[in-house]
């Protein structure tokens, strides 16, 4: 027995001398022991990292910034307007200022081709995502290529190849485009198929809305992040990076701000396209459930389908996301897609009061939804609507409806009943953590136990009663008006012009759109100013939460933020909705006309 122990014993030597000399002289690949543990404990990391290397290695070496410039942007409060233009040549800065339909005419006239817009607008993305980390996914080859594509059609035919030729689109890292990863943010899911190997749908798969987007002639450059991800980091406002860009569609809304495309998307169950958009100045359409594809596209919680994630848009005017949407109609997605609802794009004349000669559309007004009171920039922002509207001689109609709290607890019970087991198995995939903003899902570290079916229905039986309820308080305002009911609401995004991170206390105005499965139109207003916007000393809370929430705010702080509005009209009411949202703005342009703004 010990004649064999000893024998052990001299060859475990013998192997560890072998492996310090091989270690000294390096014939060996022994020394990657230490550095595969190293790997095994940090490997989530090491993907991130090398995506963001992956990345960075598709931006054209001339459109690198060099590190002072880069340092300077990142340090800077703001890197909006004056600052990312002033990065870019006169043509490119010309170009990526144009809108959409100003965008489409220049190419249909000959004026400016599709290389160059697309390559503007690539450049620009550029310099946005290096200065906030705004592109999960970029493909600037092929859209200059597609581009060179569609300036070859048309030198042939004379003639678009749909109304969105040759205009940069991005969007949020949900929709699959072929040949390029849909993370969604998960690390996990980095080089797979939502987070499967071997299905042969890895980078192989095309959405819907992708598909049309193509047929239409649009051109995705790039897709953007969730708000906070383990790839990139936090997505800080641009206006004033001491504020999120808020969720969950952040990384759009962000890239919006800075133009680095003409147009993007986004997704929304709870306000995600809304909240972002408000909190970047931008515009932005949230639709009812149907109204655009969201077939093959990534998500979580797929199986929910009674309050379902919508797609969004935003865009830098009222007409810009008329011509998209009105675009995608036009192909008739309900032929391709079974939830795709069989509405075309109706008739200006039937769905635009404004035709109604004399007629003075009324709107509600939702000042305060009772629980949580509006920061001073949102309630000026709203005040400036409001003497807009009544100096064009539009009634007003104050919204008293004293239930906006129900739907806080109806949104949470359907949006996450099921304790969001597809979420941690995704996060579990790589091991990476939770990211803050989702860390409260899984008290312990691990899912809640799924609300019981019996449960669950009823909340579903509740929120169909709430939908009532709500309908007929909004058609008893014909009373009010002498006429007929409002046509849509006018009401705040969020208390907030932004937040502070890891400072969101969930909100009414952003919930009840979706439990209501309203349309709603964010419609950019003003800027927090410090000197004006500050909390009055006569303000009394309505409860603990609003007392928190008000604190939150500080007018130095918060200056320079964008404040917006949300226009809210009645389920599937787009096309009234949007030609309701541009009264607005010519509202406010001439109330700012006359004020000398």
Partial sequence: MATKSSFHFLIAVILLVSIFLTLVDGTSDMWKFSEFFSRRQTSWQLVASEKREANLAK??????????????????????????????????????????PELVAGMKNGLLTAVEVVTAFCKRAAYAHQL?????????????????????????HKRLVGPLHGIPVTLKDQFHIKGLDTS????????????????????????????????????????????????????FNPYNRNLSTGGSSGGEGAMQALRGS?????TDIGGSVSMPASFQGVFSIKPSAGRISFKDTANTGEGQEVMPTVVGIMGHSVDALQVIIKSLL??????????????????????????ELGYKPAFGFLANDGVLTPHPPISRAMEIVKEALANKGHQLIEWDWPHHR???????????????????????????????????????????????????????SRMKEYRER?????TATAEQTGDRPVEAIISPVTPYAGVLPGKFYPSTYSSSVNVLDYASVVIPVTFANKDIDVVSPNFRALSDEDSMNMNEYDSEIYHGAPAAVQLVGRRLDEERLLSLAQLVVEALNDYKAALGE
């Fill in 406 to 460: 129900e739907t806080l607890e109806i949104h949470s019970l359907i949006a996450r009943g099921d304790g969001c087991p597809d979420v941690y198995e995704a996060i579990q995939l790589s091991g990476e953590p939770f990211a803050p903003e989702i860390a409260n899902l899984f008290p312990n570290g691990k899912p809640r136990a799924p609300l019981p079916l019996p449960e669950y229905q009823q909340v579903v």
């Fill in 184 to 235: 969604m943010g998960f690390i996990g899911w980095i080089g797979t198929f939502e987070g499967e190997k071997g299905t042969g749908k890895e980078r192989n798969v095309e959405s819907e809305l992708i598909r049309e987007l193509n047929i239409l002639g649009a051109v995705p450059i790039g897709k953007a992040p969730e708000t906070n991800n383990n790839i990139l980091g936090y997505a």
């Fill in 132 to 156: 906030s980390n705004l592109l999960l996914e970029i493909r600037f080859d092929e859209a200059i290529e597609r581009a060179q594509e569609l300036d070859a059609y048309f030198k042939e």
């Fill in 330 to 355: 036009s192909l008739k997605p309900w032929l391709h897609d079974p939830y795709a609802l069989p509405i075309p794009w109706r008739s200006e004349k039937e769905y635009n009061p404004r035709n």
């Fill in 470 to 474: 709500y309908l007929d308080y909004w």
């Fill in 262 to 266: 003409a147009f993007g998307f986004g």
């Fill in 59 to 100: 931006i054209p070496p001339d459109w690198i910034l060099e590190p002072q410039l880069l340092e300077d942007g990142r340090t800077r409060l703001s890197i909006v307007g004056d600052y990312i233009e002033d990065l870019l040549d006169d043509k490119a800065r010309y170009i990526t200022e144009m809108d959409v």
